[in-house]
Every structure is written in structure tokens, then in C-alpha cells.
């Protein structure tokens, strides 16, 4: 691959044509947050943490780094009021499904998040979508997936795999930044008699 000359919090760095903004920032040792990003995985943009500002030819706009590909000349600022401001925004709607999620509280102190601002919905699920992408990419299972829509989007195993599939594996369940996925499970694994809840259970 070709390599592209970018500005990252004015710095210059080489970074390879194909990569996202937030790869080519990893590269160099910067961090940028996300919560909804995985190496193996394909890039997603679902939480929209990991927003910075990108400029071009006298031209600047917020944008999603871990789906936005790097380009020659582009210039990347990963902090700054106006960024801060847009994350602290992202987290308070995020805890507003996640109150007690430990890596939401993590950033929330560190951008002065209020917990909160927004009124409670009792989803416990961010979306971020690893568990639904890990379970399709990586083991092609499709064992997991989103149902319903907007509001009432939520994850769901489908319990003919959890029985046969989920019980083995549960790779998935360290991915999840909240405790959504483990309740998810919990709930269709007692409906699925032939496996029990939790390991260890004789029941």
C-alpha cells in the first residue's frame, strides 16, 4: 500500500492508504477513545466516541475516526473544547442506557460527564454492536443479533445456538463494555433447558 503524509495534533506522520483516521492515530502512540472498535473486526462507528476534528483545504468538521479513512494533506486535532464537548454529550446519552458500565464511568470522569443529564432508559445496551460483529466475523455463528428499532433496538440470542453454540464459547462476553449482553444471556439460556445458566450450576 501506498503511504499518505497526515497531521495528527500537528505532528506529521506517514500512515498507509486504507487505514482509518483512528488506526493511523494507534500507530503513533495516540490515543483516541472508543468503545465500539475491535482490531479483528470490521470498523463500525456505532458509539461515536472516538470523534475529532478533521481539516482539509481550509475546511474543518467533526467525524467519526474509526470509519474515516485517512487522506493526503489531512489534518486531525484529537482533543480540543469542541471535541470534548461533543464526546461529554455521547456519554451522557450513553449512561442514560448504562448508568453502572465501568468503562462509561472511566471517560465520563475524565470529560466531566453527567450521568444524569438525560432521562434513564433501562436498556443497559450501548449498541456497539462487538458481540452481534464477533459472533457474525469471527466464529460465523450469527448467534446474537439486534432486534426491533430506534428506541427499542436490543440484543438477542437466538436459542437454538445458545444451546448448541454459546454455552462452549462465550468469547464474546469480555467484549461487552456494559452488562447487556451477559443479561441477555442469562435470560434465553433459562428459557433453553438443556443447558444451565451459569457454569458450575448442577440444576
Known amino acids: ?52 476534528e ?4 481550509g475546511r474543518s468538521r467533526l467525524v467519526v475516526s474509526c470509519v474515516y479513512p485517512v487522506e493526503k494533506n489531512l489534518e486531525i486535532t484529537t482533543r480540543s473544547e469542541t471535541i470534548d464537548r461533543a464526546r461529554r454529550t455521547i456519554l451522557e446519552l450513553l449512561l442514560s442506557h448504562a448508568p453502572d458500565s465501568e468503562p462509561l464511568r472511566i471517560l465520563a470522569a475524565e470529560y466531566g460527564a453527567d450521568k444524569n443529564r438525560f432521562e434513564k432508559e433501562p436498556s443497559f445496551c450501548i449498541h456497539c454492536g462487538l458481540c452481534v460483529r464477533y459472533c457474525a466475523e469471527i466464529k460465523g455463528l450469527h448467534a446474537v443479533g439486534f432486534i426491533n428499532r430506534g428506541s427499542k433496538r436490543e440484543i438477542n440470542f437466538v436459542p437454538e445456538l445458545v444451546a448448541a453454540e454459546c454455552w462452549s464459547c462465550k468469547e464474546c462476553f469480555p467484549l461487552c463494555p456494559t452488562s447487556a449482553l451477559q443479561a441477555a444471556y442469562v435470560f434465553t439460556a433459562a428459557q433453553v433447558s438443556e443447558i444451565p445458566v451459569f457454569e458450575g450450576d448442577t440444576d
Open 1 to 52: 500500500m501506498s503511504k499518505i503524509l497526515m497531521k495528527i495534533d500537528g505532528k506529521e506522520i506517514e500512515a498507509e492508504e486504507g487505514m482509518t483516521v483512528l488506526e493511523a492515530a494507534r500507530t503513533v502512540g495516540v490515543n483516541i477513545p472508543s468503545l465500539c472498535h475491535h482490531d479483528k473486526l470490521e470498523p463500525y462507528g456505532a458509539c461515536r466516541i472516538c470523534t475529532v
Open 54 to 57: 478533521a481539516q482539509k483545504n
